[in-house]
C-alpha cells in the first residue's frame, strides 16, 4: 500500500534544469522522510538529497549542493527535486524513497524502505 512514484525525467541540454516530482499514497507524508537518489550504469547509488518527515530540514550530496533544490507539498503528497546547471554527470536514472522516521537530522543516513520505479534523467547535448 505504501507506494512512491517519480516523474518528469527526460532529456535535456547542458545547463539546462529539470524538475521531477516524487508522488506518495498510502502513508501521511508528514511521517516519512523522502529521499532521492541516483544511479548511472555501472556506478553505485548515490544519495542525492533528502528531506525530513516535518519538512524543515534538508540535505544535500556534494555533488549537487548549490545545483539542487528539494521540496514538499504537503497538500499534494508530493515531494520535488528541482535541479539547476545540469551537467552530462548528472545523467542517471532518479528514485525516490520513503521511510517512517521521527528523525529530523541524518536523513541522507536513512535506510530507505519504499522505493520507486526511477525516472531517467539524460544531460546531452
Known amino acids: 500500500q505504501l507506494q512512491v512514484v517519480e516523474s518528469g525525467g527526460g532529456l535535456v541540454q547542458p545547463g539546462g534544469s529539470l524538475n521531477l516530482s516524487c508522488a506518495a499514497s498510502?502513508?501521511?507524508?508528514?511521517?516519512?522522510?523522502i529521499g532521492w537518489f541516483r544511479q548511472a550504469p555501472g556506478k553505485e547509488r548515490e544519495a542525492i538529497s533528502c528531506?525530513?518527515?516535518?519538512?524543515?530540514?534538508?540535505n544535500y550530496a556534494e555533488s549537487v549542493k548549490g545545483r539542487f533544490t528539494i521540496s514538499r507539498d504537503a497538500s499534494k503528497n508530493t515531494v520535488y527535486l528541482k535541479m539547476n546547471s545540469l551537467t552530462p554527470e548528472d545523467t542517471a536514472v532518479y528514485y525516490c524513497?520513503?521511510?517512517?522516521?521521527?528523525?529530523?537530522?541524518?536523513?541522507?543516513?536513512?535506510?530507505?524502505?519504499?522505493w520507486g520505479q526511477g525516472t531517467q534523467v539524460t544531460v546531452s547535448s
Open positions: 498510502g502513508f501521511p507524508l508528514e511521517y516519512y522522510a
Open positions: 528531506i525530513t518527515s516535518n519538512g524543515r530540514n534538508t
Open positions: 524513497a520513503s521511510r517512517q522516521t521521527w528523525d529530523q537530522v541524518r536523513c541522507l543516513d536513512f535506510q530507505y524502505e519504499q
